[in-house]
């Protein structure tokens, strides 16, 4: 993907009424610290467009990135942040789960998990959720570069294990860092929900 325009177009909270965008969105979901919100700045090759932290609990709105007036790329909030009052953690369950339900343009979930971790109960869970809404989600093991080479296939297979993916489910080990993964990423997005043939 060749990126000639980004806006971050649209924010909600919790509150918020949602978009009804006329272009496809893509979203990326996962527990707090993940890697989500530098996973977008890899995919768009900026520095600090969405805000990044080494605190959790960072992104508390949804975010709606305008990508070359071509698509969305949706920033969530994450789950499972230990210093968020049970009130929130509740409210933002009922904004990502009212987003999913209603988008009439959301086409993919990516659910983000730390590839040096085996998933937690909130990550299987998320999973489980995600497929019955109806989505297939697209695992990203992120980052990647904290774990030696030899260790990525035991750590993927333990992650397969224990989100007990669907058979065939893509897991694509991705760092912000090294950006290993990001062709990959955009390549599936082009060509499963943009439609593209071949990457530009
Ligand atoms: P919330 O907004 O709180 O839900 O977090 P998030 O999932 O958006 O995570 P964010 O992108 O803010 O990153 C959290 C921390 O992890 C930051 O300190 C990042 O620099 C770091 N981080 C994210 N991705 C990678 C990666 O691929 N490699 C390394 N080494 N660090 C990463
Ligand atoms: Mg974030």
Redesign the pocket.
């Known amino acids: 993907m060749v990126i000639k325009s980004v806006n971050l177009e649209t924010v909600c909270g919790i509150t918020s009424t949602l978009p009804q965008n006329d272009k496809i969105e893509v979203a990326f979901a996962?527990?707090?610290?993940?890697?989500?919100?530098?996973?977008i700045n890899a995919l768009l090759n900026r520095k600090s467009l969405?805000?990044?932290?080494?605190t959790?609990?960072?992104?508390q709105t949804i975010n709606f990135y305008n990508i070359n007036e071509e698509m969305y790329l949706v920033?969530l909030?994450?789950y499972g942040?230990a210093k968020v009052s049970e009130q929130e953690k509740i409210q933002w369950g009922k904004l990502i789960e009212r987003y999913l339900n209603k988008s009439q343009q959301l086409k993919a979930v990516f659910l983000?998990v730390d590839i040096r971790h085996a998933p937690s109960a909130n990550d299987a869970m998320m999973y489980e959720w995600i497929v019955s809404q109806g989505y297939h989600p697209i695992i990203i093991a992120?980052?990647?570069?904290?774990i030696k080479r030899s260790q990525i296939a035991k750590n993927v297979k333990i992650l397969k294990e224990g989100l007990h993916l669907v058979p065939g489910t893509k897991v694509i080990p991705?760092?912000?860092?090294t950006k290993q993964g990001r062709d990959e990423v955009w390549e599936l997005i082009e060509r499963e929900f943009l439609n593209k043939a071949e990457v530009e």
Do not use: C, I, Q
């Open positions: 996962g527990k707090s610290n993940v890697g989500k919100s530098s996973l969405a805000r990044v932290s080494a959790p609990g960072k992104t920033d909030p994450g942040y983000l992120t980052k990647l570069d904290k991705f760092s912000s860092e």
